[in-house]
């Protein structure tokens, strides 16, 4: 019987990693079906149609990211989230570049796993229609008239920023990678010290208090994840 909050497929070949999220996501309404390694993901995900993936970078048999790379190169377009250990800092980078939807690292709670799934999930869907109206508390972004407003007041940013934070706002609750960021406003022609220059512009105009920023975070190593609507 499928689950009322839909289908996981987690792909992993640690059992109490399996019995954990059987059992987390059971109580949360979902249904999980478990493949302990890469082929039989493979199998799963043709047979089962998951709603949503949870992939294991470190697999026995093909690794998680040359799995990634086949579902997206084969338009596969289930939301994909990856477990992964807190060393595997460059892993995560490729898996996101590679088109993975979010990550969790070990040890992960089963709440914040919830909630990233919930944001890629919902991600999906948004991406079938237009959603040019991003509010967060006091901030306001038009994206069809590119008009930014902090509470009652106009934001002015220049073109980069402007482009930056539509980037992240397009994927609002999303981590966005400085690679991914790179290449879409520059061509991949200069580094990530240009980037940060900018998201430190952009905080300084959209927070309260830029170094605490609640609207536009910090993924360390990885990139930025802007805050999801209200």
Do not use: C
């Not at 026995?60 to 060393?87: E, F, V, Y």
Request: no cysteine; charged share 30%; glycine share 8%.
């Amino acid at each position: 019987m499928t689950g009322s909050a839909g289908k996981v497929l987690v792909i992993d070949d640690e059992p109490p990693i399996r019995k954990l999220l059987r059992v987390g996501l059971g109580a949360e309404g979902y249904s999980v079906i478990e493949a302990p390694n890469g082929r039989d993901g493979m199998e799963k995900l043709a047979s089962e149609a998951p709603d949503i993936v949870i992939l294991d970078l470190g697999l026995p048999d093909i690794s998680g990211l040359d799995l990634l790379a086949r579902w997206r190169a084969a338009s596969i377009t289930q939301p994909i989230l990856i477990l992964s250990s807190r060393t595997d800092e460059g892993g995560i980078v490729e898996a996101l570049d590679l088109g993975a939807d979010d990550y969790v690292t070990k040890p992960f709670g089963i709440k914040e796993l919830v909630a990233r799934m919930r944001v890629a999930l919902r991600h999906k869907l948004q991406q079938q229609g237009e959603h040019p109206i991003y509010k967060a508390g006091d901030l306001t972004i038009d994206l069809v008239k590119r008009l930014v407003r902090m509470g009652e007041e106009d934001v002015r940013l220049s073109p980069k920023e402007y482009d930056i934070l539509r980037i992240l706002v397009q994927h609002a609750g999303k981590v966005i990678t400085h690679r991914h960021l790179l290449n879409e406003i520059w061509d991949g022609t200069t580094d990530v010290q240009y980037l940060r220059v900018y998201v430190r512009q952009l905080r300084q105009k959209l927070e309260p208090s830029p170094d605490a920023p609640q609207y536009i975070t910090t993924e360390p190593g990885v990139g930025y994840r802007m805050r999801e609507p209200d």
